[in-house]
Protein backbone atom coordinates (compact mmCIF):
# COMPACT_ATOMS: atom_id res chain seq x y z
CA UNK A 1 0.00 0.00 0.00
CA UNK A 2 1.32 3.68 -0.50
CA UNK A 3 2.09 5.73 2.12
CA UNK A 4 1.95 10.00 1.76
CA UNK A 5 4.75 11.54 2.97
CA UNK A 6 4.59 15.42 3.96
CA UNK A 7 6.38 18.34 2.47
CA UNK A 8 4.52 21.10 3.97
CA UNK A 9 6.53 22.31 6.81
CA UNK A 10 8.94 22.55 3.54
CA UNK A 11 7.21 24.46 1.45
CA UNK A 12 5.93 27.03 4.13
CA UNK A 13 9.56 27.43 4.94
CA UNK A 14 11.23 28.88 1.37
CA UNK A 15 10.06 31.27 -1.15
CA UNK A 16 7.56 32.53 -1.66
CA UNK A 17 5.56 31.28 1.55
CA UNK A 18 8.73 31.49 4.11
CA UNK A 19 8.09 33.96 6.90
CA UNK A 20 4.14 34.16 6.43
CA UNK A 21 4.16 31.64 9.32
CA UNK A 22 5.72 32.15 12.80
CA UNK A 23 7.98 29.35 13.79
CA UNK A 24 5.67 28.64 16.80
CA UNK A 25 2.87 28.22 14.48
CA UNK A 26 5.16 26.21 12.63
CA UNK A 27 5.77 23.88 15.26
CA UNK A 28 2.45 23.68 16.63
CA UNK A 29 1.48 22.36 13.11
CA UNK A 30 4.76 19.95 13.06
CA UNK A 31 3.22 18.21 15.83
CA UNK A 32 -0.46 17.91 14.36
CA UNK A 33 1.21 16.34 11.56
CA UNK A 34 2.78 13.81 13.38
CA UNK A 35 0.29 12.35 14.66
CA UNK A 36 -1.73 12.04 11.07
CA UNK A 37 0.19 9.05 9.97
CA UNK A 38 2.67 10.33 7.48
CA UNK A 39 5.35 8.41 6.15
CA UNK A 40 7.98 11.11 6.95
CA UNK A 41 7.67 14.80 6.65
CA UNK A 42 9.82 16.67 4.73
CA UNK A 43 10.94 19.95 6.96
CA UNK A 44 14.23 21.10 5.25
CA UNK A 45 16.08 21.89 1.85
CA UNK A 46 18.30 24.12 0.14
CA UNK A 47 14.83 26.90 -0.73
CA UNK A 48 14.83 26.93 3.45
CA UNK A 49 18.80 27.18 3.92
CA UNK A 50 18.78 30.16 1.03
CA UNK A 51 15.68 31.82 2.87
CA UNK A 52 17.20 31.79 6.38
CA UNK A 53 20.79 32.95 5.14
CA UNK A 54 18.82 35.84 3.34
CA UNK A 55 16.54 37.14 6.02
CA UNK A 56 19.02 36.12 9.28
CA UNK A 57 16.02 35.54 11.44
CA UNK A 58 17.02 31.75 13.02
CA UNK A 59 19.50 29.14 11.97
CA UNK A 60 17.65 26.30 10.12
CA UNK A 61 19.78 23.77 12.09
CA UNK A 62 17.69 25.34 14.88
CA UNK A 63 14.51 24.77 13.24
CA UNK A 64 15.50 21.21 12.81
CA UNK A 65 16.66 20.39 16.07
CA UNK A 66 13.17 22.39 17.51
CA UNK A 67 11.23 19.95 14.99
CA UNK A 68 12.84 16.65 16.19
CA UNK A 69 11.87 17.31 19.98
CA UNK A 70 8.46 17.44 19.22
CA UNK A 71 7.83 15.04 16.62
CA UNK A 72 8.44 11.03 16.42
CA UNK A 73 7.94 10.89 13.03
CA UNK A 74 11.10 10.53 10.84
CA UNK A 75 12.11 14.04 9.21
CA UNK A 76 13.50 14.78 5.79
CA UNK A 77 16.18 16.84 4.38
CA UNK A 78 15.83 17.55 0.34
CA UNK A 79 19.55 17.90 -1.06
CA UNK A 80 20.86 19.40 -4.64
CA UNK A 81 23.84 16.45 -5.54
CA UNK A 82 27.03 17.90 -5.10
CA UNK A 83 25.32 21.82 -4.14
CA UNK A 84 23.85 20.15 -1.26
CA UNK A 85 21.90 23.73 -0.10
CA UNK A 86 23.78 25.82 -1.71
CA UNK A 87 24.47 27.72 -5.08
CA UNK A 88 28.13 26.06 -5.75
CA UNK A 89 29.43 22.20 -5.76
CA UNK A 90 31.38 21.30 -2.42
CA UNK A 91 34.03 19.00 -1.80
CA UNK A 92 33.43 15.02 -0.29
CA UNK A 93 34.72 16.97 2.97
CA UNK A 94 32.67 19.11 3.07
CA UNK A 95 29.61 17.05 2.41
CA UNK A 96 30.29 14.10 4.74
CA UNK A 97 30.51 16.69 7.56
CA UNK A 98 27.22 18.62 6.50
CA UNK A 99 25.37 15.19 6.20
CA UNK A 100 26.45 14.00 9.78
CA UNK A 101 25.55 17.23 10.91
CA UNK A 102 21.95 17.13 9.39
CA UNK A 103 21.60 13.26 10.94
CA UNK A 104 23.05 14.53 14.19
CA UNK A 105 20.45 17.42 14.21
CA UNK A 106 17.58 15.08 13.36
CA UNK A 107 17.40 14.19 9.69
CA UNK A 108 16.35 10.99 9.37
CA UNK A 109 15.87 10.62 5.49
CA UNK A 110 17.53 12.54 2.89
CA UNK A 111 15.96 12.73 -0.48
CA UNK A 112 19.18 13.35 -3.03
CA UNK A 113 18.84 14.76 -6.58
CA UNK A 114 20.80 16.30 -9.14
CA UNK A 115 19.10 18.43 -11.13
CA UNK A 116 20.48 16.87 -14.68
CA UNK A 117 20.34 13.14 -13.28
CA UNK A 118 24.23 12.63 -13.44
CA UNK A 119 24.68 10.14 -10.71
CA UNK A 120 28.06 10.79 -10.33
CA UNK A 121 27.41 13.69 -8.67
CA UNK A 122 25.32 12.18 -6.25
CA UNK A 123 28.42 10.06 -4.89
CA UNK A 124 29.85 11.55 -2.51
CA UNK A 125 27.04 12.88 -0.58
CA UNK A 126 25.24 9.29 -1.34
CA UNK A 127 28.48 7.84 0.65
CA UNK A 128 27.96 10.44 3.45
CA UNK A 129 24.53 9.48 3.70
CA UNK A 130 25.14 5.82 4.15
CA UNK A 131 27.95 6.52 6.68
CA UNK A 132 25.46 8.25 9.15
CA UNK A 133 22.83 5.88 8.97
CA UNK A 134 20.42 8.00 8.01
CA UNK A 135 18.23 6.82 5.00
CA UNK A 136 19.11 7.53 1.24
CA UNK A 137 16.40 8.13 -1.25
CA UNK A 138 17.79 9.38 -4.77
CA UNK A 139 15.86 11.53 -6.68
CA UNK A 140 15.40 11.48 -10.48
CA UNK A 141 14.39 14.01 -12.42
CA UNK A 142 11.42 13.87 -15.23
CA UNK A 143 11.98 15.95 -18.54
CA UNK A 144 15.45 16.66 -17.93
CA UNK A 145 16.65 14.22 -20.91
CA UNK A 146 15.80 11.43 -22.80
CA UNK A 147 14.50 8.25 -21.52
CA UNK A 148 17.21 6.48 -21.87
CA UNK A 149 19.52 8.48 -19.96
CA UNK A 150 16.58 8.03 -16.70
CA UNK A 151 17.02 4.40 -16.89
CA UNK A 152 20.80 4.10 -17.31
CA UNK A 153 20.40 6.44 -14.16
CA UNK A 154 18.00 4.13 -12.17
CA UNK A 155 20.36 1.02 -12.60
CA UNK A 156 23.24 2.95 -11.42
CA UNK A 157 21.61 4.08 -7.79
CA UNK A 158 21.50 0.64 -5.80
CA UNK A 159 24.78 1.12 -6.30
CA UNK A 160 25.49 3.89 -4.11
CA UNK A 161 22.98 2.30 -1.45
CA UNK A 162 20.00 4.16 -2.61
CA UNK A 163 17.02 2.74 -0.36
CA UNK A 164 14.52 3.96 -3.01
CA UNK A 165 14.17 6.28 -6.13
CA UNK A 166 11.63 9.13 -6.35
CA UNK A 167 10.89 10.45 -9.99
CA UNK A 168 10.46 14.06 -9.36
CA UNK A 169 8.41 16.17 -12.00
CA UNK A 170 8.93 19.94 -10.55
CA UNK A 171 8.30 20.68 -14.30
CA UNK A 172 4.79 19.45 -14.37
CA UNK A 173 5.19 17.57 -17.37
CA UNK A 174 4.81 14.01 -15.91
CA UNK A 175 1.16 12.77 -17.48
CA UNK A 176 -0.74 10.24 -15.33
CA UNK A 177 0.01 7.06 -17.88
CA UNK A 178 3.83 7.98 -18.01
CA UNK A 179 3.73 7.77 -13.95
CA UNK A 180 2.18 5.10 -14.25
CA UNK A 181 4.85 3.67 -16.54
CA UNK A 182 7.64 5.16 -15.32
CA UNK A 183 6.83 3.67 -11.75
CA UNK A 184 6.90 0.05 -13.05
CA UNK A 185 10.06 0.48 -15.50
CA UNK A 186 12.20 2.08 -12.60
CA UNK A 187 11.47 -0.59 -9.87
CA UNK A 188 11.56 -3.45 -12.63
CA UNK A 189 15.30 -1.99 -13.93
CA UNK A 190 16.60 -0.89 -10.45
CA UNK A 191 14.73 -3.65 -8.13
CA UNK A 192 14.53 -0.78 -5.64
CA UNK A 193 11.03 0.61 -4.66
CA UNK A 194 10.02 3.83 -6.46
CA UNK A 195 8.27 6.67 -5.05
CA UNK A 196 6.70 10.35 -6.21
CA UNK A 197 7.19 13.60 -6.14
CA UNK A 198 4.79 15.62 -8.52
CA UNK A 199 3.02 19.11 -9.03
CA UNK A 200 1.22 20.77 -11.49
CA UNK A 201 -2.10 23.11 -11.66
CA UNK A 202 -5.26 21.45 -12.30
CA UNK A 203 -5.38 18.87 -10.70
CA UNK A 204 -2.77 16.50 -13.06
CA UNK A 205 -0.59 15.44 -10.50
CA UNK A 206 -3.08 14.22 -8.49
CA UNK A 207 -3.94 12.61 -11.66
CA UNK A 208 -0.44 11.37 -11.78
CA UNK A 209 0.14 10.47 -8.03
CA UNK A 210 -2.92 8.09 -8.32
CA UNK A 211 -1.60 6.36 -11.32
CA UNK A 212 2.29 5.84 -9.91
CA UNK A 213 0.22 4.34 -7.08
CA UNK A 214 -1.89 1.88 -9.25
CA UNK A 215 1.34 1.17 -10.88
CA UNK A 216 3.14 0.50 -7.05
CA UNK A 217 4.94 3.93 -6.39
CA UNK A 218 5.34 3.14 -2.59
CA UNK A 219 5.30 7.08 -1.30
CA UNK A 220 3.53 9.64 -2.87
CA UNK A 221 4.50 13.47 -1.94
CA UNK A 222 2.02 15.57 -0.61
CA UNK A 223 1.16 18.88 1.19
CA UNK A 224 -1.75 19.29 3.35
CA UNK A 225 -4.47 21.22 1.41
CA UNK A 226 -4.56 25.41 1.01
CA UNK A 227 -0.11 24.59 0.56
CA UNK A 228 -1.31 22.02 -1.63
CA UNK A 229 -3.51 24.71 -3.45
CA UNK A 230 -1.39 27.46 -3.31
CA UNK A 231 1.42 25.50 -4.70
CA UNK A 232 0.54 23.38 -7.14
CA UNK A 233 0.92 20.35 -5.21
CA UNK A 234 -0.81 16.88 -4.63
CA UNK A 235 -3.17 17.76 -1.88
CA UNK A 236 -2.94 15.10 1.46
CA UNK A 237 -6.56 14.38 2.09
CA UNK A 238 -7.92 14.57 -1.58
CA UNK A 239 -4.99 11.83 -2.61
CA UNK A 240 -6.04 9.85 1.06
CA UNK A 241 -9.56 9.74 0.16
CA UNK A 242 -9.07 9.45 -3.84
CA UNK A 243 -6.68 6.30 -2.96
CA UNK A 244 -8.93 5.10 -0.11
CA UNK A 245 -11.44 4.95 -2.70
CA UNK A 246 -9.36 2.70 -5.09
CA UNK A 247 -8.82 0.26 -1.91
CA UNK A 248 -4.61 1.64 -1.44
CA UNK A 249 -5.60 2.90 1.85
CA UNK A 250 -2.67 5.26 3.20
CA UNK A 251 -2.79 5.15 7.05
CA UNK A 252 -3.32 8.62 7.02
CA UNK A 253 -6.09 9.76 9.45
CA UNK A 254 -8.27 12.61 7.79
Known amino acids: MPRLVDTTIRVLS ?27 LEVSGGGV ?31 RGRFLVGSRPVGGDFARRFVARAAQSGIDVFRLHDPLNDVDNLREAAEAIVDSGAEFEA ?36 QPHRASELVAELRDVSGLPVGLYAQGAGGGALAAAIEAARAGADVIATAVYPVALTMHRVSAQAAAQALAGLGLATGVDM
Open 139 to 174: GLLYGSGKHEALVDAAKRLPELGAARILLNDPAAVL
Open 49 to 79: FDNAVRRGVESPWERIRALKSRTSTPLALAL
Open 14 to 40: QEPLAGLMPTADLLRLAELLDGAGFAY
